[in-house]
């Protein structure tokens, strides 16, 4: 905004008794103050524009041909959406030559900030100065800034607002990892410590870069945000601290993940992201956190252990009344290579499936006359017995099958479709 220039004349009306030709000859150009105020940023030297979150510099600049002999006092900025820092400001001195004529100045410097986009004014500032008339001889005066007027937008189509971001012109990014102990046990404990800096800008403008985490694997304890701002030489800088302490409660990997922090460099105009890396640690188990974390496991193999404890006996004292499976003693007679027994059961199930009792009269294919011979010579093994069984089984199903389906291919044949 073009700079605002004001020349106050002040008026040597003295409350003392000093007669009126004196003040009259003290009502000259050596009286006069000027005042100069103008909005800049960190790339802008007269702001009209400015981005959300962005440090603008209120610059007031007090001049007078004499000295100032008091503190100067400016008043607070009050109006809506605007966020200052008034609480330590300190003026900068110095002297100016202009045709020969030396001026005093005071210098000073407000930041401003806006935290939404929108039309901004900054309405007139009373600043009280006092300056000198002559030795021994001063005068206060009550002087008013101009109206000041700009707008701020985000700066960047990126910046949704779902992920946290700032502005500043330079910003920084560390942590670090403390462990209760070198070999990491249920119990033992892990800090991690975040520190956000940045300057031009204020620590409550800072957002925090650590999310909670909060898992089973451990318990967070998340300590106070330690927020500070300073100012040095003209330039503000913040940071805001993060601490969170893991209680781990189990063993095992814990991964903690990276984290990432987007910020508008308002000195260069375009948007960075500032990143930490993650880190996993490997957690041995102490005998309680190991129950505990197998608990479930351990509740589900004895129970699985019981029921099968439990079958065994009932098939126990069922088959003490009752023979056993034929399928059971034609495993145990070829685990035993006990053959003789192994071709008395196969021609049992031959007998009780298709009511023949020779395996010849079964099938006449190669492989299963091949098969049969095998069988009655010492080449036999368990291999040939499974086999033949479960093709007398296989032919049992597929009659069964066809005696089912025989009526319906017989009411088929006796009403064809039309």
Wanted: aromatic share 10%; proline share 6%; hydrophobic share 40%.
């Amino acid at each position: 905004m073009p700079r605002a220039l004001i020349f106050v004349l002040l008026p040597l009306v003295l409350a003392l008794t000093v007669p009126q030709i004196q003040a009259a000859e003290e009502s000259s150009d050596s009286n006069r103050v000027l005042i100069k105020t103008w909005l800049t940023t960190a790339s802008q030297k007269e702001a009209r524009q400015v981005a959300v979150n962005e440090m603008i510099t209120l610059h007031i600049d007090l001049a007078t041909l004499t000295w100032f002999t008091a503190g100067t006092r400016i008043g607070k900025i009050t109006d809506p959406g605007l966020m200052t820092s008034q609480r330590s400001l300190k003026a900068v001195n110095y002297t100016e030559q202009r045709q020969g004529t030396t001026w005093s100045h005071q210098s000073w410097e407000i930041p401003v900030f806006v935290t939404q986009s929108g039309q901004y004014v900054i309405q007139p500032i009373p600043v009280t100065v006092e300056v000198s008339l002559s030795p021994g001889r001063n005068k206060e005066a009550i002087l008013m800034t101009p109206e000041l007027r700009f707008s701020a937008s985000l700066p960047s189509p990126a910046l949704t607002g779902q992920r946290p971001w700032f502005a500043a012109s330079e910003a920084s990014l560390e942590q670090t990892w403390q462990q209760s102990a070198d070999t990491l046990h249920a119990g033992d404990s892990i800090t991690r410590q975040i520190t956000l800096k940045a300057e031009s800008t204020l620590s409550a403008l800072l957002p925090n870069p650590s999310q909670p985490l909060f898992d089973d694997a451990y318990q967070t304890y998340v300590s106070p945000s330690d927020l500070q701002d300073s100012y040095n030489r003209g330039m503000y800088s913040a940071s805001r601290t993060e601490q969170e302490t893991y209680v781990l409660q189990g063993g095992g990997e814990i991964h903690f993940p990276a984290i990432e922090v987007q910020w508008w460099d308002s000195q260069k105009q375009q948007l960075n992201t500032l990143t930490l890396e993650g880190k996993t640690f490997t957690v041995k188990h102490t005998l309680q956190s190991w129950l505990k974390y197998y608990a479930p496991w351990l509740i589900a193999a004895l129970a699985l252990i019981a029921l099968v404890l439990i079958a065994l006996k009932a098939a126990k004292h069922y088959f003490s009344g009752h023979p056993l499976p034929s399928r059971y003693l034609l495993w145990r007679a070829a685990r035993h290579q006990d053959w003789p027994q192994c071709r008395q059961l196969i021609y049992q199930r031959l007998y009780e499936k298709t009511q023949l009792s020779t395996l010849a009269d079964f099938s006449q294919d190669e492989k299963w006359v091949a098969d049969s011979k095998r069988l009655m010579s010492t080449q036999i093994d368990s291999r040939l017995v499974q086999s033949m069984w479960r093709q007398i089984t296989r032919r049992e199903k597929e009659e069964s099958q066809y005696q089912v389906l025989q009526p319906l291919r017989q009411l088929a044949r006796r009403y064809p479709p039309p």
